[in-house]
């Protein structure tokens, strides 16, 4: 009996089905039918009921698996305890990334990361969608935004305000705004996911020790479902767009975008890096969360230390 087998079957077990488990092993159905076979013919029972739409747990399955993700736990804790003693940081890294932080912030990073960690490969899915950590076959996600939902284990990196931003080219043409109401008179860049157009902007604002809120809808010129070009389009001068500090960093550091309305606020978020399990929390993620976490708070200092950002930005 394989090791591997078993692990192949544990997943059948967990998703209720070879394909999703498959999937998420990035094997082929076959290979995945042919490893619970495998296990079944050493032992000599089933161990899942089948029919033509579902699978579910035989009578015996439910005896065994049980204690076999108990033993699998503990083999994997033991390898962990091993690797921890001789400070190994080895294995395949399954991330998932948003597409401006991904292509520009995040991935260069993790280059780096395993420039000092050969043994370390990348997988990496770059997408605004939402992550399916079972249909993806993913570990990690570094994502904006804690995790909603309370199966899924997170840690925060740190907090990110968003700015009003837009190109110097653009502004000489068009004038630069210096309250809500100017930005009705702007070229509008919109975020777009799952055919919802962002197109509503949200500023507060302290006025004679009142806090004000104010709420402005720009003409949609451009709109896209990817972040980056959302950037690329401000950089490029088509108009005004609301970005991550951290997704934007590099474009005010050049000089190749203008945070705009400094005295109106916009909400931050937060970026997270999160797991579907604590098996997933290997020593090499926890490694590279610090290195997310100390990576992050440079960047965000130099923002701070050129007046882009205010101090309380670095605090935990």
Known sequence: MQLEDLRVVLKVAEFRSITAAATHLDMQIATAS????????????ELFVRTTRHLRLSSAGERYLPKCIAAMSMLDQAKQTIHNDLDIISGEIRLAVSSDLGRNIAIPWVDDF???HPQVTLRAHVSDSNVDFYRDALDIALRYGAPADSNLYG????N???LLVASPSYLELK??????????????????????LNDTWHFSCKESDVERSYKIKPKAYCAANDGDLVRRWCVAGKGVAIKSSLDIANDLL???VVSLMPNYKISQVELW???????SITPTVRLLRDMFRERTKALLTQ?????????????E
Do not use: W
Not at 180 to 188: E, I, V, Y
Not at 273 to 279: C, G, K, T
């Open 160 to 162: 990110v305000p968003r």
């Open 303 to 315: 923002l701070v230390e050129q007046g882009f950002l205010e101090q309380s930005v670095l605090k």
């Open 34 to 45: 042919a490893a619970v076979k495998r296990i079944e013919a050493a032992l000599g029972v």
């Open 114 to 116: 395993m420039k000092q």
């Open 155 to 158: 840690f925060k990196i740190c």
């Open 254 to 256: 050049a000089g190749r």
């Open 273 to 279: 890096l999160i797991s579907p399990s604590r098996q």
């Open 175 to 196: 004038g630069t705004p210096e309250q809500p109401k100017d930005l009705l008179n702007h070229q509008g860049l919109f975020y777009q996911l799952q055919g919802i």
